[in-house]
T-cell receptor
Framework: DGGITQSPKYLFRKEGQNVTLSCEQN?????MYWYRQDPGQGLRLIYYSQIVNDFQKGDIAEGYSVSREKKESFPLTVTSAQKNPTAFYLC????????????FGDGTRLSIL | GENVEQHPSTLSVQEGDSAVIKCTYS??????FPWYKQELGKRPQLIIDIRSNVGEKKDQRIAVTLNKTAKHFSLHITETQPEDSAVYFCAAMGSGSARQLTFGSGTQLTVLP
C-alpha cells in the first residue's frame, strides 16, 4: 500500500547505539503500529498509538521507544537496551484500533555491525 | 490476552491442487479474523478477512471458514498457482480495550510447478 512509507530499507546498528526507524502515512489513519518480525515467527506488537500524543506498549516494548507528535508520523527508536535488535520491523496503520484493515509499510531490516 | 496458533508451518502442494491452512484462537470474544500474504522481503498484504457473524467468505480462489464454537478458522486456496507461493499469516482481533491483532506464526506455502 503506497500510503505508508518506511525508511530506511536497511539499517545497521553499532553496539551501544540508538537508531530510529521512520514511518510516515498519508492515509489519514488515526492508529499506527510497530511490529517486529523474526524468521519463522509471526508479527509481534512493539508499540501502538491510537491518536496523536498517545501511545501504548505492546507485547515486546522493552528496549524500544516511540513518539507520536504528528498524525502522519510514528518513529520507532531501537535503544542500546535492546540486546537482540536484528529483525525485520514493520509499521502499520488503520482507521482506528479495533477497526479492521491494517495497512503495512515495506519494512526496515535492522542488523548489528 | 489472545493467543493464535497456526498450522502447518510449511506446506508444499502441486500446482492446481488445494491448500488449507488452519488457525485456532483463545479469546472467545474475538470477532475479526484477517489473513495476510507476505512474499519474501515484502510487506504483508491483506487477502481476505471474516467477521464472527459470518461462517464462510469466498473471493475467487480463496475462501475462509470460521467455527466460533471450536474457535478455529481456516484459509482455503483452490487451483493453486506458483504465484501463490508465500508466507501466509492468520490473525485475530481480541477483546482487550485497544482491540489489537494477534498474529499466528505463519505458514510457508510452496506451490510446485
Amino acid at each position: 500500500d503506497g500510503g505508508i512509507t518506511q525508511s530506511p530499507k536497511y539499517l545497521f546498528r553499532k553496539e551501544g547505539q540508538n537508531v530510529t526507524l521512520s514511518c510516515e502515512q498519508n492515509l489519514n489513519h488515526d492508529a499506527m503500529y510497530w511490529y517486529r518480525q523474526d524468521p519463522g515467527q509471526g508479527l509481534r506488537l512493539i508499540y501502538y498509538s491510537q491518536i496523536v500524543n498517545d501511545f501504548q506498549k505492546g507485547d515486546i516494548a522493552e528496549g524500544y521507544s516511540v513518539s507520536r507528535e504528528k498524525k502522519e508520523s510514528f518513529p520507532l527508536t531501537v535503544t542500546s537496551a535492546q540486546k537482540n535488535p536484528t529483525a525485520f520491523y514493520l509499521c502499520a496503520s488503520s482507521l482506528g484500533t479495533g477497526k479492521e484493515g491494517q495497512h503495512f509499510g515495506d519494512g526496515t531490516r535492522l542488523s548489528i555491525l | 490476552g489472545e493467543n493464535v496458533e497456526q498450522h502447518p508451518s510449511t506446506l508444499s502442494v502441486q500446482e492446481g491442487d488445494s491448500a488449507v491452512i488452519k488457525c485456532t484462537y483463545s479469546d472467545s470474544a474475538s470477532n475479526y479474523f484477517p489473513w495476510y500474504k507476505q512474499e519474501l522481503g515484502k510487506r504483508p498484504q491483506l487477502i481476505i478477512d471474516i467477521r464472527s457473524n459470518v461462517g464462510e467468505k469466498k473471493d475467487q480462489r480463496i475462501a475462509v471458514t470460521l467455527n466460533k464454537t471450536a474457535k478455529h478458522f481456516s484459509l482455503h486456496i483452490t487451483e493453486t498457482q506458483p504465484e501463490d507461493s508465500a508466507v501466509y499469516f492468520c490473525a485475530a482481533m481480541g477483546s482487550g480495550s485497544a482491540r489489537q491483532l494477534t498474529f499466528g506464526s505463519g505458514t510457508q506455502l510452496t506451490v510446485l510447478p
